[in-house]
């Protein structure tokens, strides 16, 4: 069975600072990881995936990750934040053939000016 | 493109009676539609699994006969809380997976949030 651990519960940073948020995971088999971001009183929206190929991926809203497979990391980072970037992330893995996703307990983001 | 929708997105209701969430993928065919829940601050938990026209799949601890999922067609479930009791109020989130391509993906709604008195 997969699971995912986010390392950091909050995470404040300024305006225009650099950002890292930490995903590890557990897995016996290949894996696709994703990174999801949730606005307040919001659904989830996709931010990036990794399906295979290159380890860096990038995605929406200035937004990149790497999977490390040797350190079972996926850790998502943008170089300058903004304000709207406040939101709840959620790091989820699928694999082994299974539908389901699952999650991380997520990350709070806040940006401060 | 890959837009889901869900309605109602908030509805509050008494305790002892049944409440229908539908989901619905908006511009395209799903061919498996997922069903979360999300306390408050916490991450989201998948209760259960639907595949147009089959049974769904519930999680572990997840009272299928409280919980109704109905998987009609390839763009809409739908969830009933049947006699909903206050510790049912919840965020609860549907996502879909298309049925051609990105099927590793999965699209989320923006959720519907039950409050039950």
């Known amino acids: 069975a997969q699971s995912v651990t986010q390392l950091d519960s909050q995470v404040p940073v300024f305006e225009e600072a650099p950002v890292e948020l930490r995903c590890n995971y557990s897995?016996?088999?290949?894996?696709?990881l994703f990174w999801y971001v949730q606005y307040p009183n919001q659904g989830l929206q996709l931010l990036l995936k990794?399906?295979?190929?290159?380890?860096l991926v990038k995605g929406i809203n200035g937004f990149e990750a790497e999977f490390n497979k040797s350190q079972t990391s996926f850790h998502l980072r943008k170089p300058s934040v903004h304000i709207s970037d406040t939101a709840e992330y959620f790091c989820a893995v699928k694999g082994g053939g299974s539908e389901k996703l699952v999650f991380g307990k997520g990350t709070k983001l806040t940006v401060n000016p | 493109g890959a837009v889901v929708s869900q309605h109602p997105s908030w509805v509050i209701c008494k305790s002892g009676t049944s409440v229908k969430i539908e989901c619905r993928s908006l511009d395209f065919q799903a061919t498996t539609m997922f069903w979360y829940r999300q306390f408050p601050k916490q991450s989201l938990m998948l209760m259960a699994t639907s595949n147009e026209g089959s049974k769904a799949t519930y999680e572990q601890g997840v009272e299928k006969d409280k919980f109704l999922i109905n998987h009609a067609s390839l763009t809409l479930s739908t969830l009933t809380v049947t006699s909903a009791h206050p510790e049912d109020s919840s965020f609860y989130i549907c996502?879909?997976?298309?049925?051609?391509?990105?099927?590793?993906?999965?699209?989320f709604g923006p959720g519907t949030r039950l409050t039950v008195l």
């Open positions: 897995s016996s088999v290949s894996v696709y």
């Open positions: 990794y399906l295979s190929g290159s380890t």
């Open positions: 996502s879909a997976s298309p049925l051609a391509g990105g099927a590793d993906t999965q699209y």
